[in-house]
């Protein structure tokens, strides 16, 4: 019943993303073990400070915008990620002699002493445990995902308190890739306003903020995982009652997401 070609495309779009994200998935799987050895073999030349999850998902997303090429028109030019501008000219070689050749994977380099296993490194469970994570469905069921839980006196906390409290400071967003089961609920800008009012959080412009569900975090706490970390520090939860109305959009979220509908995009990069 649309007249606009776009608009038509876009409902289209829309329809068939979350069986696209899914195979897009199935991809990245495929290929995953390749990032993990190079992660770890990052990790182990410049030293403990760097996280091979974060190295893993920013190739990731490099990926994604490599490909954008394949759609191009000739005339717009995709724009590259900061570290791909800076890079030398030796590495964008390599990048074009791969592409030419079809095959994305490089060759095999000599340099880790034989009989050393992957399982061996530091480290590798946590990598591990992301690539079993992302080749899995998220499953959106349960009584965690039920909208009707979510009340008047529900207590909420800030994504990057749990992050504390459950001794993630360090690495932003580590959580959401450990635990992608969580709930979580980006704030928009009036949300944030009333949290920055509220002094939950700072006025942080264009910064992501995430919401989770204390009882979540709580639960998460008590777990195998965690219950014996000493970097455990629930007192850095700081757990708030929303007002109604954000509540309102939290169940709204939360059923959208049991039903299988996209999360809206991000406003800013990730707290």
Known sequence: SFTDPAVSMELLRAVLQPSINEEIRAVFSKYMKFFQKAAINVRDNVGEEVDPEQLIQETCRSCLEQAKLLFSDGKKVVPRLPHEQAAPKRARQMDEDLSRRGSPIPKKRKGRPPGQSLSNDRGVSGVAAWKLKVSEPVRRDGPKWDPSRLTETTTFVLGSRANKALGMGGTRGRLYIKHPHLFKYAADPQ?????????????????????LIEEDIRDLAASEDYRDSVDLRLEELKPFVPPAWMTEKMQKHMETLRRGGDAPPPEGPPE
């Not at 306003?193 to 995430?210: D, I």
């Open 191 to 211: 949300d944030k306003h009333w949290l920055a009012e509220q002094q939950h959080m700072r006025a942080t412009g264009g910064k992501m903020a995430y919401l």
